[in-house]
């Protein structure tokens, strides 16, 4: 599938593995990332970095030239700081959103974004189904919901080819550990390697489904692949998981 792709958020943690991989493959990739959570050291010299604002209409449209699809990652990826930012982070998370999906429809080109497990609620059932219940009780998830039904309404309306990935957990290398909002495998992986004692909040039987990074890239680039094997408007959303609990005392064990 190698061809020219736009990444928004490729200096964050799962978007730079997925600009590594396409480069590997032998695609060109634009990345477009303001920086904010994002590193540019995350970023190989053989992607090239645009730094701006997704909500900035006007430079999506130039750095989207000669691309053959876009891959959405870019994000305000915080459950509390979606609620503590509401009307910011829906401007990124939502309205943002809509201008790719709008400029993805008039160029004719495939998106892939991605979603959240926990448009589900906080369910700790496993497996979880497509088709289960919806319950986005947070600004982060409910923004992340609707873009999937705005990509079915694009679908719909203007012909627009998505596929949502419903991220669960991810874990992997560049994963910020000093971050207030990171995954807790990064932060108990930091906790061991300073020699500190891993704290765990609450009874530690909460579990989670994780995954790991490479499989999400994966996941990425066989979506992208499949809207590209069809000119048909379509708007498929599919968790991308294990299906394996695992509780947050067993994460400490290992
Ligand atoms: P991240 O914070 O490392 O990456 C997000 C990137 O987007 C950063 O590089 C940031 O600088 C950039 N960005 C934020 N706002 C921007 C804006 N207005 N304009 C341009 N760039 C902007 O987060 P991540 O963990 O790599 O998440 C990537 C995507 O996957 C996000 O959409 C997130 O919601 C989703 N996701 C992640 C997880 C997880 O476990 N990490 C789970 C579910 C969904």
Not at 124 to 148: N, Q, V
């Amino acid at each position: 599938m190698s061809q020219r792709y736009l990444v928004t958020g490729g200096c964050g943690f799962i978007g730079s593995h997925l600009v590594d991989a396409l480069i590997a493959d032998g695609s060109q990739v634009v990345v477009l990332d303001d920086l904010s959570t994002g590193q540019r050291s995350n970023l190989t010299d053989a992607a090239e970095l645009i730094v701006g604002d997704i909500r900035d209409q006007d430079l999506l449209v130039q750095v989207s030239e000669g691309c053959g699809g876009i891959f959405h990652l870019a994000a305000i990826a915080s459950v509390p700081k979606c609620t503590q930012q509401w009307r910011d982070s829906h401007s990124i998370n939502l309205s943002a959103s809509i201008g790719i999906f709008e400029l993805a429809a008039s160029l004719n080109i495939p998106v892939v974004y991605t979603s959240f497990s926990a448009v589900y609620g906080d369910v700790e059932r496993t497996p979880i189904g497509e088709d289960d219940p919806k319950l986005p009780i947070s600004a982060y998830r409910a923004d992340k919901y609707a873009m999937e039904l705005h990509a079915s309404a694009g679908a719909r309306n203007r012909n627009l080819r998505s596929f949502g990935l419903r991220f669960f957990n991810v874990y992997g290398q560049r994963q910020d550990p000093s971050s207030p909002y990171s995954g807790v495998i990064a932060v108990f992986m930091r906790l061991a390697l300073d020699g500190a004692p891993v704290t765990v909040h609450g009874s530690g039987e909460q579990v989670r489904d994780f995954v790991y990074v490479a499989d999400m890239v994966e996941a990425c680039r066989a979506a992208m692949k499949r809207l590209q094997g069809h000119q048909a408007a379509s708007a498929e959303v599919i968790n991308v998981c294990t299906g394996k609990a695992t509780s947050i005392q067993m994460l400490k064990r290992f």
